[in-house]
């Protein structure tokens, strides 16, 4: 089992920058994928990044690249989501994710383990 609590969301101004983190508590194994996933107001939850745990291989939505970087400390158990130049479109609840396997898959229905969210709000 893995249990992941994500942290750092808040109200932050269009074009503005913020970093969202996510700790991981239980066995993360090196073939895990970990990744992030938004679900803005009425809109189905969406893919937005997903790293390899071991390797470090990364994988951007095309709304985000560019934008947005994500990074994992193995050593910590943790990701992070460094978001620049953010738009009101990006509000939304962001959760982290994990994979148990290494498809670093962009599909929410292959991820096993889920945070409870973190609220991220951008005004224009």
């Known amino acids: 089992q893995v249990q992941l609590v994500e942290s750092g969301g808040r109200l932050v101004q269009a074009g503005g920058s913020l970093r969202i983190s996510c700790a991981a508590s239980?066995?993360?194994?090196?073939?895990?994928?970990m990744g992030w996933f938004r679900q803005g107001p009425g809109k189905e939850r969406e893919f937005v990044a997903a790293?390899?745990?071991?390797?470090?291989?990364?994988y951007y939505a095309d709304s985000v690249k560019g934008r947005f970087t994500i990074s994992r400390d193995n050593a910590k158990n943790t990701m992070a989501l460094q978001m620049n130049d953010l738009k009101p479109e990006d509000t939304a609840v962001y959760y982290c994710?994990?994979?148990?396997?290494?498809?670093?898959?962009?599909?929410?229905?292959?991820?096993?383990?889920w945070g409870q969210g973190t609220q991220v709000t951008v005004s224009s």
């Open positions: 790293i390899r745990w071991s390797g470090g291989s990364t």
């Open positions: 239980g066995v993360i194994y090196p073939y895990y994928t």
């Open positions: 994710a994990v994979d148990r396997s290494y498809s670093a898959s962009v599909s929410a229905s292959q991820y096993d383990y």
